[in-house]
């Protein structure tokens, strides 16, 4: 899922510090380093806290197939990441295999080493689209796609089935009540439910991918098109002027609105519909008032088609380990048992079988408007970029809350284009 830490601000998986059965454990500094006669064996695995739980089955059944134990070394999101500039910098990895952020790569892709030999045509048939794209850097497969996720439509089937919001609905509008399939029937069905206490859906003016997925739908690159800065052409426009238009069926403050804030409105009972990552479906908590009352449907297209922006996380080696053959083994497990990552708390995946398996299980509505949503094909990885995280800190986010506040969206995208070319100089 990403953007940045979304996973460890939305999802509290438990355990600071935990290694899986017979794997050697250690915390902070990397964990033990391999000792002679035990390269071979034991993979020390960095990976941020909120994500160590969909790897868990997987080190398990690879401790199984191969006799490989795995030991898990968890960090905070911004810590990792630091701790992965550093290592990296210095040449001496404390780790065989790292979890990236896929705003990440283009950072570390001279570090890590080519894991080509997994991405077979086979392989590359079962993992969505746009994720083997962003995995293939300068030529090579540089990551392997553990799990992915995308924002898809959640809305209260309750509501949408009432009779009496049917009638009214069909009376005010013309057509039935039902999840939304375009912008414009979104539109109206958040002006319908903005009453009594309720709004039809949420404005998050404090993270930009909705907006993005907007841009992405109206035909054009996000924010970048290769080296060219296009954040001021007219599907920004158009993008950004149509999700400030929501503000008036959103409840106030959208500036501050962030994926917590969002989500905990809707679990609260006070949207009727949010766009947000598909794992929440499963996590709403059992004594929410909206528990058992929701539906999923995939993401709306726009002239371009359906897109969504991915939040996947990919397992890389780094050129400097010594264990990198046990490494690649521990990566290829998990390609193979890519599905388990759906058992745990999280539960995502990155393969489309793993997703396909489940689809049609109760409890798993979410997964078909994922898989449609991440298989859209105006879907697309965020651009590759090292400089990405700090345009959208210093750039697309204080412009999109300045939008939603007032300000004039051509202003904004002419002063935003500034800023990044100035950046990326």
């Known amino acids: 899922m990403s953007t940045r830490n979304t996973i460890s601000r939305l999802v509290t998986l438990g355990g600071v510090c935990t290694a899986v059965a017979l794997a050697a454990t250690g915390c902070g500094a990397g964990g033990p380093a391999p000792t002679s006669g035990s390269a071979a064996s034991t993979v020390n695995v960095l990976v941020e806290a ?55 790569l283009p950072s570390f892709k001279d570090a890590v080493q080519p894991i080509d030999e997994i991405f077979t045509d086979e392989a590359k048939k079962d993992i969505f689209p746009a994720l083997v794209k962003e995995a ?7 990551g392997l796609p553990a799990w992915t996720n995308a924002e898809i439509i959640l809305y209260r089937q309750d509501l949408f089935e009432d009779a009496k919001n049917k009638a009214d609905f069909q009376a005010k509008y013309g057509y039935e009540l039902a999840a939304p399939t375009t ?36 035909g054009s690159p996000m924010v970048l098109d290769g080296d060219n800065v296009v954040i001021d052409n007219a599907a920004h426009k158009e993008a950004l002027d149509f999700y400030v238009s929501l503000t008036k069926s959103a409840p106030p403050g959208a500036a501050q609105v962030d994926w917590a804030a969002a989500q905990n409105l809707f679990n609260q009972g006070k949207t ?33 088609g359906v897109a969504g922006v991915p939040g996947p996380w990919y397992l890389s080696v780094p050129k400097a380990t010594k264990n990198a053959d046990s490494a690649k083994k521990f990566i290829k497990c998990a390609y193979d048992h890519n599905g388990l990552g759906i ?39 965020r651009p590759a970029t090292a400089k990405w995280q700090q345009i959208v800190d210093t750039v697309l986010v204080p412009l999109l809350q300045k939008a939603v506040a007032g300000g004039d969206s051509a202003t904004l995208l002419a002063e935003a284009k500034k800023q990044i070319q100035d950046l990326l100089k």
């Open 272 to 304: 009727a519909m949010t766009r947000f990552w598909a794992h929440a479906y499963r996590q709403i908590p059992k004594d929410s008032p909206v528990a058992g009352k929701v539906g999923a449907a995939a993401m709306i297209g726009g002239s371009a």
């Open 50 to 104: 909120g994500g160590h739980a969909e790897l868990t089955g997987v080190a398990e059944q690879c401790k199984k197939d191969t006799g490989i134990d795995v030991n898990f070394v968890e960090l905070p999101y911004d810590g990792m990441f630091n701790r992965l500039s550093s290592e990296f910098s210095s040449g001496n990895v404390s780790f065989d295999v790292a979890a990236l952020d896929s705003v990440w």
């Open 136 to 142: 293939n850097v300068d030529g090579h497969f540089i």
């Open 343 to 381: 058992e745990s708390s999280l539960g995502l995946a990155s393969r489309i079988s793993a997703f396909e398996k489940y689809q049609d299980q109760p409890g798993y509505e979410s997964f078909k408007p994922l898989i449609e949503t991440l298989n859209g094909k105006a879907t697309a990885t």
């Open 183 to 218: 912008w414009k029937q979104y539109q109206d069905i958040s002006e319908f439910f903005t009453k009594d206490g309720m709004y039809g859906t949420d404005v998050k003016g404090a993270v930009e991918t909705e907006w993005l997925a907007h841009v992405l739908q109206a």
